[in-house]
């Protein structure tokens, strides 16, 4: 596609259901992020792909947290036995080298909330 | 450690007037990119404006320039002329060119009418 395209938009869960959070980044982009944005927070990684490797998984809350990437392409983030202070948008990125840096180009995000 | 801080939580401008923007950063690393980024209530982050720190130059995007002062670590984003769909939350940013962004905790704008 012409972007980063994120499925759900919005995913409301009850405590303790697992949920699953999908990105299909730019083709092409090697590169892939995962960040979470909570109400009145910035952005915090979470995890880098380069490939369907995760060189940088540093920013995983915890071990409910996982993510996997297939084909170089689509991206998974899991989120098992949800809290409620999971309840965040997760934004997701791909990025291409221009000019020395790595350009991010965002999806709309997942707004997820856990009841 | 990188950090990036803005201290403005929410700003409110006057349509057509000029807003600005405040953000410092710290960083040990001497070649590096600090930029501005837009989220609108769509969520989707845009890029606003990028600064190359050996540039000496402030980078302007049609209403949108920088005021880079290196030796304060300081990066302001001015808007001119504001107009509506400049309401958004703003996210200043840096990286040193590999795959980690900090990113402030951002600046919410009004546009008043």
């Known amino acids: 596609g012409a972007g980063v395209s994120q499925s759900p938009s919005n995913k409301v869960t009850e405590k303790g259901k697992d949920v699953e959070l999908r990105c299909d980044p730019i083709?092409?982009?090697?590169?892939l992020y995962w960040y979470r944005q909570s109400l009145g927070q910035g952005l915090e990684f979470l995890i880098y792909?380069?490939?369907?490797?995760?060189?940088?998984k540093s920013g995983l809350p915890s071990d409910r947290f996982s993510a996997e990437r297939t084909g170089g392409s689509v991206s998974t983030l899991t989120i098992q036995r949800t809290q409620q202070e999971d309840s965040a948008v997760y934004l997701c990125?791909?990025?291409?080298?221009?000019?020395?840096?790595?350009?991010?180009?965002f999806g709309s995000g997942t707004q997820l909330s856990v009841l | 450690a990188q950090t990036v801080t803005q201290s403005q939580p929410e700003m409110s401008v006057q349509e057509a007037e000029t807003v600005t923007l405040s953000c410092t950063y710290d960083?040990?690393?001497?070649?590096?990119?600090l930029f501005w980024y837009k989220q609108p209530p769509s969520r989707q982050m845009i890029l606003v404006i990028r600064?190359?720190?050996?540039?000496?130059q402030n980078a302007t995007e049609n209403r949108f320039s920088v005021n880079f002062q290196k030796a304060a670590k300081s990066f302001s984003l001015k808007i001119s002329d504001s107009q509506l769909g400049d309401a958004a939350m703003y996210f200043c940013?840096?990286?040193?060119?590999?795959?980690?962004?900090?990113f402030g905790t951002g600046t919410r704008l009004k546009v008043l009418a």
């Open positions: 990125a791909s990025s291409a080298r221009i000019r020395g840096y790595e350009k991010l180009f």
């Open positions: 792909f380069q490939g369907n490797s995760a060189p940088d």
């Open positions: 940013a840096s990286t040193s060119g590999t795959y980690k962004y900090i």
């Open positions: 600064q190359e720190a050996y540039k000496q």
């Open positions: 083709s092409g982009h090697t590169a």
């Open positions: 960083t040990s690393e001497s070649d590096y990119y």
